[in-house]
């Protein structure tokens, strides 16, 4: 009778610690996998803040940004950003054929340009050195530098080693951009070598772009070698 | 060692319970599940295929609207040149396109090229019983910079054109053809893919369409300088 109720005992207490085992290990499961970096934390590219005006370096890219201007129209030698390089309205009136779509030819009425003047350079070779990645984050949007100027921008640039290349990246952004002053304060330009940006160097720049200049029209010109002074 | 304790004279309800379920033959269980299975599967319709929502129809100038992007169809053109896109047809083809506004709807820039999937799978074009869809495609341009495969920006418009190919007799301007628009369904890689794309196109509106002719989607590039006293700097 003895020996029964102490097995009895025995067992229950086995049973209690296989219990208690079990809850710590699921708990502990739970942490990891709570805890556990996700893969767009582990493959996260190495930040690197800079203010406007400050130099920024990373592992094979260095950039300054100078300005940051807000403009209506985009010009240059051979296109405009209200009427492609196509013609003006009244060109397009006389195409007998394209006049049915004059409202598609007038452009993207609606859209506003965001100038960047900055130079950038590589750092320990030129190889693929271009700038891969240009892009404006405001709000949950990101915005890439437009191909759509005929000039040479920053994007299309070769970098060189210790000697920046100076230019302009220009971002098509709706019109109603600075309707929502609270977003468009806090913008930030993202510049990398690769247009995936992970596991590399990425420099930050944040943006206030309810302070930058406003301009009508504003006329570009082909990204240079060297610094303007 | 099986030295149970003396059972009560009455059992307990849990008990009773037990004892009952453990006499079921386990083939009854199976069998009662299966049932339950093809029962709830007969409730919603077996192994018909699922009825896919029907395609709406629209008007010229309605704007076709998705989660990916919003698309406004105006005209349906036929080309015979498509060289400010430096594009060469073979001999005996001509260029049928449908132009729209589009503005890209998401929250990242969109590619829109034939060779890229995404924004080349919204539209597809109906001749006859035979329909053109992205793998026909010859280019997504845009045809007031002109450009090539140009990069949609969040919420910007652009107007462009989706290009196939055809046989320079299988159309003529006045016919009516029909162009279809997909809605796309947002993917977001995991493990072993990274980034997200827009996939799966399913036929949501279609739009009737009567083809024109047309020199070129672009006029003539413009002279340098041509108008230098509009500049303000």
Known sequence: MNAASTRTRTRTRARAVTAAGLAVLLLAAGVVAATTPTAAEWEQPFVVHAAIG????????????RDV????????????????????????????????????RAGTPGSTWVIVDA??????????AILGRAALIVGERTY???????VFTLTDAALSIEIPTRGTLVFELPGDLLADPATASTARLELAMHADPRLDSMLVIPIDL???????????????????? | MTAHPPAPARKRPAQWTRAAIDRVPTKWLITAATGVFLIATAAFGGLATAATPPATTMRVGETFTSPQLSLTASKLVLLDSLDEFFITLEPGERAVAVLAEVTNAWTEPQLAAAGSVGVRDVVALRIGDRTLGSDEMVAIVRTDDPQLSPTLQPG???????????PAHALRAGDELTAEFFTQRLYTG????????????????????RAEERAALSPAPRPPDADESERTR
């Open chain 1, 54 to 65: 400050e130099q920024a370096q990373g592992r094979n890219i260095v950039a300054t940004v």
């Open chain 1, 69 to 104: 201007a807000i403009a209506e129209r985009l010009v240059d030698a051979r296109w405009r950003s209200d009427s492609g390089g196509g013609s003006d309205s009244d060109r397009a009136r006389a195409t007998a054929s394209a006049d049915d779509t004059a409202a598609l």
């Open chain 1, 119 to 128: 130079s950038v350079a590589a750092v320990h070779t030129e190889v693929g």
């Open chain 1, 144 to 150: 890439v530098a437009s191909n759509r100027p005929a």
């Open chain 1, 210 to 229: 309810t302070k930058a200049a406003l301009l009508d029209e504003v006329q570009l010109e082909d990204a240079q070698w060297g610094e303007r002074r």
């Open chain 2, 156 to 166: 910007v418009a652009a107007p462009l054109a989706f290009i196939w190919a055809v």
């Open chain 2, 190 to 209: 995991k493990v072993t893919v990274s980034g997200q794309w827009w996939d799966d196109p399913a036929l949501t509106a279609t739009m009737p369409l």
